[in-house]
């Protein structure tokens, strides 16, 4: 899911294995985010389509720094009252429109859950020449930019959706893949209004992406407004389910391990067969489907459904 270079967080995943270094994690950088909560959304509705079984909507609103964000908001027709909003987040070189989400949309919204996805900084409907969040396109600080921008523009989000009455503002979730993962941890970490998020085929260990440079203090320094292990352990005490694939060739098991190490229970890894991008993806969505019926219903947090290997 996403695009990214087999060789994606490789090294730096080896690295911490061999290394035990996983001291990415010494500040406190929540108020990096922080922001004008009354800034107005300026939201604009489109409708996209109607049909029996649901509604998809176009919506466009503003986010901090005065970007304005694309996104879709299915809503199911089945259930009364405002109901449980699920944000899910694309991967690296994909879009709010790519299958694997196209998929969770389904499954959410048959289950009776609204489904909100936007574009991440210089994807999709946002894209522009010349503006990548690759940290080997040549514009660094640029696409440190843009994942911190995605974390704005996701906290933004959360506050479309707590204005609008369709939605319960106690019961939101969100399932990042890949990329989107990633910068969920961040975004979770700093967003209390999400109840129980879903980081999937994630990692920590940025800096490792630029390899031999990995350990100057410069890069350090880059990377820590967006490294996941800075934040991740501020989801606690809210439950965090992370789902991973036996054999991920984009983000390696070791790096993938130390977010989840990092992260303060109530937490749980869901592990599924196959490589990156061969997990079976329908099988996932209607499983955390299982995971935010119970946690919303204050059922606990389920253990993984059974058919699945051990990690």
Not at 271 to 278: A, C, F, L, N
């Amino acid at each position: 899911m996403g695009r990214a270079r087999p060789s994606l967080l490789w090294l730096g995943g080896l690295v911490i294995a061999l290394s035990g270094c996983a001291k990415d994690r010494c500040l406190d950088l929540r108020h990096y985010y922080d922001y004008d909560r009354g800034l107005p959304l300026e939201a604009v509705i489109d409708t996209v389509y109607r049909r029996p079984d649901k509604v998809r909507l176009h919506v466009q609103y503003t986010s901090v720094h005065d970007c304005r964000v694309s996104a879709l908001w299915t809503l199911p027709r089945k259930g009364t009252g405002p109901l449980p909003a699920i944000i899910v987040q694309h991967g690296l070189g994909d879009r709010k429109e790519v299958d694997y989400v196209e998929l969770a949309d389904s499954a959410f919204t048959e289950a009776g859950f609204a489904v909100f996805r936007i574009d991440f900084q210089y994807h999709g409907e946002r894209k522009r020449e010349g503006r990548s969040v690759r940290f080997d396109a040549g514009l660094p600080f640029t696409s440190r930019d843009a994942w911190a921008q995605t974390v704005f523009d996701l906290r933004r989000a959360v506050d479309f959706l707590d204005s609008r009455p369709e939605i319960d503002p106690l019961r939101t979730g969100y399932l990042g893949i890949s990329l989107g993962g990633i910068i969920g941890a961040v975004f979770c970490a700093v967003e209390p209004r999400v109840e129980a998020p879903i980081l999937a085929l994630a990692g920590g260990g940025l800096r490792f992406v630029l390899r031999g440079k990995a350990f100057e203090d410069s890069v350090r320094r880059l990377f820590a407004p967006i490294e996941p292990l800075n934040f991740v352990q501020w989801i606690s005490p809210r439950p965090v389910l992370f789902v991973l694939a036996t054999k991920d060739e984009i983000i390696p098991q070791a790096s993938s391990l130390l977010l989840y190490h990092e992260a303060r229970k109530p937490k749980r890894i869901w592990w599924y067969e196959g490589h990156h991008r061969t997990v079976p993806v329908w099988t996932i969505m209607h499983d955390c489907v299982v995971w935010y019926r119970a946690v919303f219903e204050g059922r606990g947090l389920p253990r993984q459904p059974a058919g699945h290997p051990e990690g």
